[in-house]
């Protein structure tokens, strides 16, 4: 599975944290097409984010400018997580590749507000994670 749509999947997946009462390996499995298999990115990428959730709030909460938390749409969001996640804790993965990939994720799934607003909001955190 390419890391684009490894991405595609964990957003979809950590999407459902808020909405359920779901393990990390459920949120995976549900989505996974038939037949597909997990792959160890997905997984990284869903699995971590679950387990720093609240260290990864944190930060997103730190870089914040006159917004609030509970304001962020939840694609805007997720997708954020998703990113912080990589910035701090993959170091296999560059700080703009991880960026670059969220205002594509931004773009494709967010309005036409999403990739300026995580574009902007990642920038900031750059400063503090690298």
């Known amino acids: 599975m390419k890391r684009s749509l490894a991405r595609e999947k964990a957003l979809q997946a950590i999407f459902q944290f808020g ?4 393990t990390p390996d459920e949120a995976i499995q549900y989505v996974l097409e038939d037949n597909e298999q997990s792959d160890p990115f997905l997984h990284s990428l869903v699995t971590g984010t679950y387990n720093n959730l609240q260290e990864i709030d944190e930060i997103i909460v730190n870089h914040l400018e006159n917004w609030s938390f509970d304001r962020l749409g939840n694609v805007d969001r997720t997708i954020l997580r998703i990113a912080v996640y990589e910035m701090k804790y993959l170091d296999d993965v560059p700080v703009k590749v991880s960026m670059d990939e969220a205002i594509e994720l931004a ?15 990642l920038s900031k955190v750059q400063q503090t994670v690298s």
């Open 19 to 22: 909405k359920s009462e779901i």
């Open 107 to 121: 773009k494709k799934f967010g309005d036409e507000k999403s990739s300026k607003f995580v574009n902007a909001v």
